[in-house]
């Protein structure tokens, strides 16, 4: 039986049991329906239960009053849910040979992921790393050695957030900056007594809050921008206060950063900081510069 065969049996067993609890014969009959080519028996489906757990955290009971298997137990948390996005995408890719004719990528490759595997080995288990590192706007690539703790994606591109040994601080590095990377013998402790996915809490983006605080921050959508960014909230505060005719007005409490100045100019028109005064200045700022280029 192929790795393969297996992950897709998986993902459907998840998907058919997430809609609602079902019994052996209805769960056989569905993964049939969705590929008639999978093997599927008893002990096969006592073998993923196993390993369904083990893999993705989920847990499958049988309930012996309805004859039901169930889910009892589910992670739902950022990891699982790209996890789950993952196996969709794998699926629709594995569907036949001529997938490629009916599917279009994005043009824009995210640079730097194949460092994903060795710096997560690294954080994982506590591995000091040696980079040469270039930013955008130096020539030369400089070393530095860090101590990495956590990966974080923003807008497709990948970020390594880490203690630094030179500037003894935490600071942000780039994927596709890093040039290449050795794994040291030396382990560490976590000098920063700080949980770092907390660290961006009430960030939009990848920059470091540098111990600034959160702010009430009150935007104005039109109807159709708002149905959008309600489909996708700028951040996990979000929260829709009003909706008056064709207006939409949303609250986030967060760091009013140069990342989030970025999201609402790409939102044009259809946007109004309310609060605080201080952004809606500094997005008038931005858009009168912007007008200047083109004058």
């Not at 490629?100 to 954080?123: A, C, V, Y």
């Not at 030396?186 to 961006?200: A, E, G, I, M, S």
């Amino acid at each position: 039986m192929s790795r393969k065969e297996t992950i897709i049996r998986h993902k459907i067993i998840i998907q058919k049991l997430r809609s609602r609890a079902l019994t052996f014969e209805e769960l056989s009959d569905r993964i049939l329906q969705e590929d008639s080519g999978i093997k599927f028996s008893k002990r096969t489906f006592q073998r993923d239960i196993i390993e369904i757990l083990d893999l993705y955290g989920i847990e499958i009971k049988f309930n012996r009053s309805n004859q039901n298997y169930e889910i009892r137990s589910e992670i739902t948390d950022d990891y699982s849910q790209r996890m789950f996005e993952a196996l969709d995408i794998f699926q629709a890719l594995n569907f036949n040979n001529t997938t490629h004719s009916f599917i279009q990528f994005d043009t824009r490759k995210p640079k730097g992921t194949e460092h994903l595997n060795g710096l997560l080995h690294s954080i994982q288990n506590r591995f000091q790393i040696k980079i040469n590192y270039r930013k955008f706007w130096e020539e030369e690539a400089e070393q530095r050695i860090i101590e990495p703790y956590l990966l974080k994606e923003f807008k497709a591109r990948w970020y390594v957030i880490a203690f630094d040994l030179e500037k003894k601080d935490l600071r942000i590095f780039g994927l596709d900056r890093i040039i290449n990377f050795r794994i040291l013998e030396t382990k560490f402790q976590f000098p920063v007594k700080k949980d770092v996915k907390k660290y961006f809490e009430d960030c939009f983006g990848i920059i470091s809050p540098n111990n600034r605080k959160p702010e009430k921050i009150k935007l104005l959508f039109t109807e159709n921008q708002g149905k959008y960014i309600k489909t996708m909230p700028l951040h996990s505060s979000q929260k829709i206060t009003e909706i008056i005719d064709d207006k939409m007005t949303v609250e986030l409490n967060l760091i009013p950063s140069y990342d989030f100045e970025m999201e609402l100019l790409s939102q044009g028109e259809f946007v109004k900081v309310l609060e605080p005064k201080s952004l809606a200045e500094n997005l008038k700022n931005r858009m009168e510069n912007m007008i200047k280029v083109y004058e």
